[in-house]
């Protein structure tokens, strides 16, 4: 998620009016901008919300027609698809801002000249981007495989819980796996030789700006030999949720994008592989009485220039958001606390992650950058 930027407008005023600084700048710039974002909104989280309420039937005319009712989604998925979206509106837990917290530190140095972490900053960002933005540099569908049991250890532990607080707490650890799971297909390289393996950890996929955010971006043109990400990652998003008999209903959304003889344009006149038409048609496609987030869900993401999330906002404070008259309700009384949440979460990520060796220390690349070490930091610090 993030905006797109008029670059090459932005790049030629920094060199005209402050030559002095232009290397640094674009140095800063290029790095930062669209580097490790996950799919936009409309892939995480109305995805999600529309599996969980089963969303449309049908209509005799071929069109999608919204299920009367939202009431059969309980409490604890509308809270799970909030989650879901979380880790990329959060200042502390959103990767590419997690990268320029790194980029100001000059203790950090080690990341740049040897990918090693030298301090908490870049534990904390190997911590984020690997555990739940899937940035592993690591074969996508076996990081997937991951992604699907931390699923299914958060929510059986959540069914398990006896304590409201804890109850919670793990529904939203559920919600940020799916985060993961989502993000094994965002973050699959673009390149034709490299479709099957997720982008690395630090910078992510800058070089190819926005784009592999963009859901459908693969099946318009972005890659030579276009794929069914769309497809498979609805149909592993239901599998995960046990709503497998939901998917096939989502799946013809995307028809009419795919057929359309128009270029297929965002909210600000950019290009984006039919991102925003999408959105709308999921959130037309929701039950009549689902209740939508005011302002909209994808427009929370309070970033920069870069696309840094501003520090003011906090993960506590976005929960608190979405859970006062926005959106989700409050469950059984109790808010997710975040820190609870991230710590709890990144526990038994890190365990199976290593299970599968897929650990970050294991797979030789990152030399001294041991996680572990970062305990998930704290999602408040």
Same mark, same amino acid.
């Given at each position: 998620m993030g905006r797109r930027i008029n670059r090459r407008r932005f790049l030629g005023s920094i060199v005209t009016q402050r030559?002095?600084?232009?290397?640094?700048?674009?140095?800063?710039?290029?790095?930062?901008?669209?580097?490790?974002?996950a799919y936009d909104v409309s892939g995480h989280h109305y995805v999600i919300?529309?599996?969980?309420?089963?969303?449309? #039937?049908?209509?005799?005319?071929?069109?999608?027609?919204?299920?009367?009712?939202?009431?059969s989604v309980n409490e604890y998925e509308r809270l799970q698809?909030?989650?879901?979206?979380?880790?990329?509106?959060?200042?502390?837990?959103?990767?590419? #801002?997690?990268?320029?917290?790194?980029?100001?530190?000059?203790?950090?140095?080690?990341?740049?000249?040897?990918?090693?972490?030298n301090t908490t900053v870049t534990r904390h960002m190997v911590a984020t981007q690997w555990y739940i933005h899937g940035l592993t540099g690591m074969e996508a569908t076996r990081v997937r495989r991951v992604a699907g049991l931390i699923a299914a250890d958060r929510t059986s532990a959540a069914r398990a819980a006896t304590n409201a607080?804890?109850?919670?707490?793990?529904?939203?650890?559920?919600g940020f796996a799916m985060h993961l799971l989502g993000d094994t297909f965002a973050h699959a390289q673009l390149s034709e030789k490299n479709q099957?393996?997720?982008?690395?950890?630090?910078?992510?996929?800058?070089?190819?700006?926005?784009?592999?955010?963009?859901?459908?971006?693969?099946? &318009?043109?972005?890659?030579?030999?276009? #794929?069914?990400?769309?497809?498979?990652?609805?149909?592993?998003?239901?599998?995960?949720?046990?709503?497998?008999?939901?998917?096939?209903?989502?799946?013809?959304?995307?028809?009419?994008?795919?057929?359309?003889?128009?270029?297929?344009?965002g909210d600000h006149g950019e290009y984006d592989y039919g991102e925003t038409t999408l959105r709308n048609s999921l959130r037309a496609a929701l039950p009549s009485d689902w209740e939508p987030y005011h302002p909209a869900l994808e427009t929370w993401r309070q970033e920069n220039l870069f696309g840094v999330i501003n520090s003011k906002v906090t993960c506590d404070g976005?929960?608190?958001?979405?859970?006062?008259?926005?959106?989700?309700?409050?469950?059984e009384g109790q808010y997710p606390n975040c820190h609870a949440?991230? #710590?709890?979460? &990144?526990?038994?990520?890190?365990?199976?992650?290593?299970?599968?060796?897929?650990?970050?220390? &294991?797979?030789?690349?990152l030399g001294t950058c041991d996680a572990t070490s970062d305990q998930l930091g704290s999602a408040t610090d």
């Amino acid at each position: 998620m993030g905006r797109r930027i008029n670059r090459r407008r932005f790049l030629g005023s920094i060199v005209t009016q402050r030559p002095v600084a232009a290397c640094l700048a674009i140095a800063a710039f290029c790095g930062l901008v669209a580097s490790s974002d996950a799919y936009d909104v409309s892939g995480h989280h109305y995805v999600i919300t529309a599996i969980v309420s089963g969303m449309t #039937t049908m209509a005799a005319d071929g069109t999608l027609r919204p299920k009367p009712s939202f009431t059969s989604v309980n409490e604890y998925e509308r809270l799970q698809a909030f989650c879901v979206e979380l880790p990329d509106l959060s200042p502390e837990l959103d990767a590419l #801002t997690q990268r320029a917290h790194v980029y100001g530190s000059w203790k950090d140095w080690g990341w740049s000249v040897a990918s090693r972490c030298n301090t908490t900053v870049t534990r904390h960002m190997v911590a984020t981007q690997w555990y739940i933005h899937g940035l592993t540099g690591m074969e996508a569908t076996r990081v997937r495989r991951v992604a699907g049991l931390i699923a299914a250890d958060r929510t059986s532990a959540a069914r398990a819980a006896t304590n409201a607080q804890d109850r919670v707490n793990l529904v939203c650890e559920a919600g940020f796996a799916m985060h993961l799971l989502g993000d094994t297909f965002a973050h699959a390289q673009l390149s034709e030789k490299n479709q099957k393996t997720l982008y690395a950890p630090g910078n992510g996929h800058w070089l190819d700006k926005h784009v592999p955010d963009d859901i459908l971006s693969r099946s &318009l043109g972005a890659v030579r030999t276009p #794929t069914a990400h769309w497809q498979e990652w609805v149909q592993e998003a239901a599998k995960s949720l046990g709503h497998s008999d939901n998917s096939a209903q989502m799946l013809p959304l995307i028809q009419p994008i795919l057929e359309s003889k128009k270029r297929q344009y965002g909210d600000h006149g950019e290009y984006d592989y039919g991102e925003t038409t999408l959105r709308n048609s999921l959130r037309a496609a929701l039950p009549s009485d689902w209740e939508p987030y005011h302002p909209a869900l994808e427009t929370w993401r309070q970033e920069n220039l870069f696309g840094v999330i501003n520090s003011k906002v906090t993960c506590d404070g976005l929960i608190r958001r979405g859970v006062d008259g926005n959106g989700i309700r409050p469950v059984e009384g109790q808010y997710p606390n975040c820190h609870a949440v991230w #710590t709890g979460y &990144l526990a038994v990520a890190m365990r199976l992650f290593k299970e599968a060796r897929l650990d970050p220390v &294991l797979d030789g690349k990152l030399g001294t950058c041991d996680a572990t070490s970062d305990q998930l930091g704290s999602a408040t610090d």
